[in-house]
Each structure stands twice: as C-alpha cells, then as structure tokens.
C-alpha cells in the first residue's frame, strides 16, 4: 500500500504551459520532500517543506505542503523542455521510531514537449 | 566523481544466484538507506542503517539482507535472486540533524535483472 499518493501519474503538455502535480496522504508528516529524477540518474531534491501551510518557490516551481502536514502540490508555470522527468514527494513519518525513514510515493512522469 | 558510487550499474543473473550490490560514499553522512525503484511503485525502502551498529528492515525486506562494513559503505545482497526482483537499486545517504530531515543523495542506480 502506496503511503503517498501522487497524482496524475503522467502528465504531456507543450512548452509554456502550467501544470500541477499532487501527493496525498492520510497520515501526518514532519516534513515532506519533492524530487525530480532523471533517466538513468538517481532522485535530486528540489525542495523541502517542513511548516504547515508553507509555501516555496524555486523559480518558476512553487510548492505547498497543506494545513495538516498530510498532502502538497507541486506547481509549475510556463513549463520548459527541461523540466521533463519524473516528480517523487517523499515524506518523513511524525513518529518517533521512524525518523528519516522517508516513504516515497509512486511518481508522476511528466513529458515538456516544444 | 560521485559522492554516492554504486557497482555494479548494471548486471543479469540467474534465478538462485546470490547477487551483491555495493555502494559507497564520500558525504561523511551516518545514514544510508537502500531502496528499489518499479515503474508504476515509486522507491520502496529495503534497509536502512543510521550508523555502523544500526541496521533496520524496511517495508520490503524480505529475500534481502544487508552489511554496513563502515560508514561509508553499505552493501546489499540477495542471498538466492528470483525474477521479481529484477528492479532499479537505489543506495542514498542523508546527514542525521536533530528535528530536522535531511536530504537524500541518491547514487545512480543499479539495473538487476534476474532470468
């Protein structure tokens, strides 16, 4: 059982198009971690949101971790060929014993093309 | 070079074959994690280890074992390989820092198919 869930798992759009990617969960997290991965390439950290409610921009990407610690988005505008890869949230269990324990959710593929 | 080397990236067996991936690191980091990657199943954690005593299953652990030979190094094996863990092997690391959660630094990957 996916502890996070992302969605869409895939989503096409043309250059310079706005696109928002969502990862949902039921539990609570101390923070949560958003990372794009490249083919043939591990994860790279984009961000990491720790207060609820927080809002991050990294350029043209904006995040947001929710109210209640459970879910986040990750929006982008005007969107670049090279912003093509797969988008991960990770988020860090609230519990004592599982302290950097991260749980990733399943992903969303995301295709730029000109 | 990378700060997290995995070997070996690529690599076929056999159904029984017991299989090693190792990974190391130049991050100076206590904490090193294991994790396999499917399509369509995003990363799931094998193992994990917060330092060189510490080794913990993850939510999958069952047909692996690990060995954290020292900081820097964390091997994973499979003991006797069955096609359904023909996967993506990722090795991380992360800084521990107290309250806070660290960023993980992925190596690139092990391909592992086993026929």
């Known amino acids: 059982t996916q502890l996070l869930e992302q969605s869409p798992q895939f989503l096409s759009i043309q250059e310079g198009e706005n696109l928002t990617v969502y990862c949902n969960s039921s539990s609570v997290f101390s923070s949560l971690q958003w990372y794009r991965q490249e083919p043939g390439e591990g994860p790279v950290l984009l961000v990491t949101v720790v207060t609820g409610g927080e809002v991050k921009k990294l350029k043209r990407l904006t995040f947001q971790f929710g109210d209640a610690r459970k879910d986040s988005s990750l929006h982008i505008t005007a969107a670049q060929t090279g912003d093509t890869g797969l988008y991960l949230c990770?988020?860090?269990?609230?519990?004592?014993?599982?302290?950097?324990?991260?749980?990733f959710g399943a992903g969303t593929q995301v295709v730029v093309t000109p | 070079d990378a700060d997290v080397t995995q070997t070996p990236r690529n690599r076929i067996t056999k159904t029984g074959k017991r299989i090693m991936l190792e990974c190391s690191q130049t991050k100076g980091h206590d904490r090193m994690y294991w994790y396999r990657q499917d399509p369509g199943l995003g990363l799931r954690l094998i193992y994990y280890s917060f330092d060189v005593k510490d080794i913990n299953k993850g939510e999958i652990s069952d047909g692996y074992s690990v060995s954290r030979q020292a900081q820097a190094k964390f091997s994973l094996s499979l003991e006797s390989a069955i096609p359904n863990q023909t996967a993506l092997y990722f090795c991380a690391t992360s800084a521990f820092r107290t309250g806070v959660s660290g960023e993980l630094f992925f190596g690139e990957g092990s391909r592992l198919t086993v026929l």
């Open positions: 990770a988020g860090d269990p609230m519990t004592t014993d599982s302290w950097g324990k991260f749980q």
